[in-house]
């Protein structure tokens, strides 16, 4: 499984990733927060309230990216 990182911390997990997939409207992630793991309480606190954003970390593979005419990095690869 992908863990569930806070703040992309390796040694801070609070939880896992169920499953991802991509959507009609990109990536689409179902987590699950670890009770009583680190900052998964906090977490839980925050995304309650609305006060919590995912980030993911990823590397883009080369030629994987490319700059479209209004502006916009498009990634085409990543790992």
Do not use: K
């Amino acid at each position: 499984r992908i863990p569930l990182l806070w703040n992309h911390d390796q040694s801070e997990p609070v939880g896992a990733v169920q499953s991802a997939t991509e959507g009609a409207s990109g990536l689409e992630i179902d987590g699950q927060l670890a009770e009583g793991a680190g900052n998964a309480e906090r977490a839980m606190r925050l995304l309650t309230v609305g006060g919590l954003h995912l980030s993911i970390g990823f590397d883009i593979a080369p030629g994987g990216a490319r700059m479209r005419a209004d502006g916009v990095r498009e990634l085409l690869a990543i790992d």
